[in-house]
């Protein structure tokens, strides 16, 4: 059972720092990493607060490494660039 | 489209998705728990809950598991694609009534957290009977709760593409671990087959409309020589009005359209989502309108009407005895390219 509760108790500290991370992450730091979401409505923080529980350790790193809201690449992107 | 994002861009037809999809559920759930409380007079009406939510749960699952191979098979199905992210919400939000009610009524009363509970209750993995089928649906909707707190643009945009489509192809994990729940679970003290019959057939419709859909679309995937000169893709006639021909060329599929007397081609692949601009078509707007979410680009640009910003690789072409020549090497996303003239 004690590896079991390891797992279990690990997850709610991470979730719990999760819960934290989100609220400052939703009113601040959201519109740091994505210019669109400047002047966003309650609502649409509110959804993004759920995300950024589980997600708070990537969004954080993108944070800190000052990444800004990438371009997907494909085939074609990389063939036009060359 | 991007500019500003909202919490959910409410159109008419989202409405009536939305409208239809949950007085379905709900019409579903009355039934079930009403019928069942009649036919079964022994069952509380906490087991009906969990019973009518979850068997409503894995229904969904299906739909919104086969929409995806429909709409490839044909477009007609297109209008289910289109709000399928709330289909997918409302999967794990019925499922997770289903889990927090098997919680309370199974885990709930015992001196440990019951979430452990689920995971040291019964450890008999080696049995078939009395396998521990709860974990595998526990898993099933910690996937299903990722994808359903994920769902918003925002997150396609900002996790990254390859970790977003990578968390949103566990849906078929997720599949597969729920259908070993009921296998193993339910369906062990089912004496009745209709359960175990309805599972099977929804299985085969899942697994089969998949493959259909991937053998009509290995012609598509024939890449055509990809040097940077022009190679020929398709004729003129065979591109409908307003509509395009799709072809590999250079590793990716190009979509090359007919609108007006001209041909313009560009990559067939939406910046949201990757969507397959090549089953739309061109509006009255001059526009073509991607079939999945509606984001819209110029045919001779590759770039979405002002104040939208998002822009897709273009292509020169040329028409040649009625043959459309598309050169190999794409222009950068959003590049002027004047149209060859029919």
């Known amino acids: 059972m004690i590896w079991a509760e390891i797992i279990v108790y690990s997850v709610f500290v991470y979730l719990a720092i999760g819960v934290l991370f989100a609220l400052w992450f939703v009113v601040f730091g959201i519109t740091k990493l994505d210019d669109s979401a400047k002047g966003t409505s309650i609502g649409f923080r509110f959804l993004i607060f759920f995300g950024a529980i589980p997600f708070w350790f990537l969004l954080a790193k993108r944070l800190l490494k000052g990444e800004k809201r990438p371009t997907e690449q494909n085939a074609h992107r990389r063939r036009a660039e060359k | 489209m991007s500019e500003k994002y909202v919490a959910i861009s409410w159109n008419r037809q989202k409405k009536i998705y939305d409208a239809l999809l949950w007085s379905g559920v709900a019409v579903y759930l009355l039934l079930f728990i009403g019928l069942g409380s009649f036919l079964q007079p022994n069952a509380t009406i906490e087991t009906l809950i969990i019973r009518g939510f979850g068997t409503c749960a894995i229904l969904l699952l299906h739909i919104v598991l086969i929409i995806g191979p429909l709409c490839r098979i044909s477009p007609k199905f297109l209008p289910l694609l289109y709000n399928r992210r709330h289909l997918g919400v409302t999967t794990f939000l019925i499922g997770a009534v289903h889990a927090v009610f098997s919680i309370i009524q199974f885990h709930a009363l015992g001196t440990i957290n019951p979430i452990v509970s689920i995971l040291v209750s019964n450890t008999k993995f080696n049995s078939i009977a009395d396998f521990p089928f709860q974990i595998l649906g526990l898993i099933a909707l910690i996937i299903l709760f990722l994808m359903a707190v ?193």
């Open chain 2, 150 to 342: 994920t769902s918003h643009d925002f997150w396609l945009n900002n996790l990254t593409a390859p970790i977003w489509k990578t968390l949103h192809t566990l849906v078929y994990v997720a599949y597969a671990l729920l259908i070993g729940h009921v296998a193993l679970g339910v369906l062990q003290s089912e004496t009745s087959p209709i359960l175990a019959i309805l599972l099977g057939i929804g299985l085969v419709l899942v697994v089969g409309l998949h493959l259909i859909s991937a053998f009509k679309e290995t012609d598509l995937d024939k890449e055509i020589v990809s040097v940077d000169e022009f190679v020929e893709a398709c004729t003129v006639a065979e591109i409908p009005e307003k509509r395009a021909c799709i072809r590999t060329i250079s590793g990716e599929r190009v979509a090359i359209f007919k609108y007006d007397g001209k041909i313009s081609a560009v990559s067939n692949v939406c910046q949201h989502q990757n969507g397959p601009l090549g089953e739309g078509k061109i509006g009255d707007d001059g526009c073509i309108t991607c079939p999945w979410h509606g984001f819209q680009y110029l045919p001779e640009t590759g770039a979405s009407p002002p104040p939208f910003t998002e822009k897709v690789p273009t292509f020169n072409v040329k028409i040649e005895d009625g043959k459309v020549f598309v050169k190999a090497k794409p222009n950068k996303a959003g590049t002027r390219v004047e149209p060859a003239k029919i």
